[in-house]
């Protein structure tokens, strides 16, 4: 088989304690007047003044959207790039969550090329570059700041949305691991999971064939030798920081870690794309309320479970990320990384069951069928998926019972044309 790289990114990427503090000159060489988004939290700190004075300081005039919500309802991308419209921004700061990132590039998009969000929903219908976008992740968890995709929540669809397309992918990323130390441990817990999912989810994620029209193709082209080193560095690094920054918030080298993982995860996922367990949370976050990250921590091992058969050789090889012995078998370590997933997150008091999440047991396979839209996603799982498999997975994770993925289901056969394992 040949072998296929494909990884998208920013510009630059700027990762460390303090570099914040960067922000005025790195946006200065991009433009003179900022669009800031933020939510209201963050807007009022004294960091976000600080920041705010550090703009300035390098002459770039400010205009500031601090009412980001999370999960980012529709709305408030056109209200934001309403408001700005005068100030003409010539670049869009987003400093936050993942929300006020996503809002930060959905408004760019408006910004740019003008029209309603919907105009861009799906994948590659943003007609061309958008101003450049400046991300400051203050979460360690969904590494929209390096993505390629903004999800926004629009009360005329069931699940979320996204606008998902290369140019949607800010110019340039500032990790800067203090601005998370304020992280309470739920919020570590939930982002960290979906960071964690982002690294797995990539690693396993189906592997196309090797075409040269792929790449233009697709926005999320599969598992692939570039995006595979993002994702195990994602692995390795949650895996060993994740437990830490949660029980103690202040632990520095745990929150470096935490959010250099995190952006490890964005890289993987951003060009290879997520699968199942993203596709499943998106009807469960409709009608749980919960968050994202505890969504997808939740489904995580039964979808590893369940893809399992088509990926014994990846599942060892995050085991290892983890720390496991390169003693055992491979069958032996695809065990492992389920069960090291699964408490991992349970230290960090990710719920074990859907039901926990308080999904309504009449709702199940509603969720599945729901979970069948994410068109996307369900493509990209390594091992074919319909209704009935999707509720499988779904009643699986409900009860809690893992094992019951074990027994045989339609379409175990990996829909992979070519049969290379991954590397180990
Ligand atoms: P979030 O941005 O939705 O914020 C959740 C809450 O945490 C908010 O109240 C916020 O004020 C608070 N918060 C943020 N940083 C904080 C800090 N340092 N200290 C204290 N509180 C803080 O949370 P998130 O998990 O970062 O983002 C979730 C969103 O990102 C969802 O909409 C999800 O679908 C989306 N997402 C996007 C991508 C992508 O690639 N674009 C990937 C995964 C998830």
């Known amino acids: 088989m040949s072998k296929l790289g494909v990884l998208r990114g920013p510009r630059q990427v700027v ?4 570099q914040r503090h960067a922000l005025g000159t790195l946006t200065a060489a991009l433009g ?18 600080e920041l705010v004075g550090l703009l300035e300081r ?12 999370p999960d980012v309802p529709v709305h408030q991308v056109t209200r934001c ?9 010539d670049v869009v700061i987003g400093m936050g969550g993942g929300s006020c990132l996503d809002l ?18 799906g994948e590659s219908r943003v007609p061309g570059p958008v101003i450049p976008v400046v991300a400051l992740p203050t979460t360690a968890g969904t590494g929209s700041e390096v993505t390629p995709v903004a999800v926004l929540t629009d009360p005329q669809r069931v699940s979320k949305v996204g606008i998902s397309s290369p140019h949607l992918i800010p110019h340039t990323a500032v990790c800067d691991p203090e601005l998370t130390v304020g992280c309470p441990p739920a919020l570590t817990a939930s982002a960290g999971a979906d960071a964690l999912s982002h690294g797995i989810e990539a690693f396993t994620a189906v592997r196309r064939p090797v075409t040269t029209e792929l790449v233009t193709e697709r926005v999320f082209v599969g598992k692939n030798e570039l995006t595979d080193s993002f994702a195990l560095m994602a692995v390795r690094l ?49 009608l749980t309320h919960t968050p994202h990250g505890i969504g997808v921590g939740v489904l995580l091992p039964y979808v590893m479970e369940f893809n399992r058969p088509v990926r014994v050789r990846e599942l060892a090889t995050v085991a290892l990320a983890m720390g496991a012995s390169a003693e055992a078998s491979d069958e032996d370590l695809a065990d492992q990384a389920i069960d090291r997933v699964a408490a991992l997150l349970a230290s960090v ?29 369900i493509a990209n799982n390594p091992r074919p998926l319909d209704v009935d498999a999707l509720e499988q997975i779904v009643r699986a ?13 339609p379409g175990s056969a990996s829909p992979d044309l070519t049969t290379t394992a991954g590397t180990r």
Do not use: N
């Not at 003179?32 to 003044?49: I, Q, W």
């Not at 790039?81 to 921004?89: D, I």
């Not at 994770?397 to 289901?409: F, H, S, V």
């Open 15 to 18: 990762f460390g304690a303090g």
């Open 81 to 89: 790039a309403e408001l700005a419209r005068t100030a003409a921004p």
């Open 32 to 49: 003179s007047r900022a669009l800031v988004c933020t939510d209201p939290r963050f807007g009022a700190t004294e960091e976000f003044a």
């Open 349 to 377: 008091g990710i719920p074990a069951t859907l039901a926990d999440l308080v999904l309504p047991a009449d709702r199940l396979r509603w969720t599945a069928e729901q979970a069948m839209g994410a068109a996307r996603l």
């Open 397 to 409: 994770a409900y009860t809690g019972d893992r094992a019951a993925l074990r027994e045989t289901l």
């Open 104 to 121: 930060a590039k959905a408004a760019a998009v408006i910004l740019t090329h003008g029209g309603e969000p919907a105009d861009y929903y």
């Open 58 to 69: 390098a002459g770039v005039a400010v205009t500031v959207f601090a009412e980001v919500l």
């Open 238 to 286: 949650i895996a060993g920081s994740l437990q830490r920054a949660w029980s103690d918030p202040s632990d520095m080298g745990a929150r470096e870690s935490m959010m250099l993982g995190a952006t490890a995860g964005g890289f993987a996922l951003g060009t290879a794309g997520t699968a199942a367990a993203h596709a499943i949370q998106y009807p469960v976050g409709a």
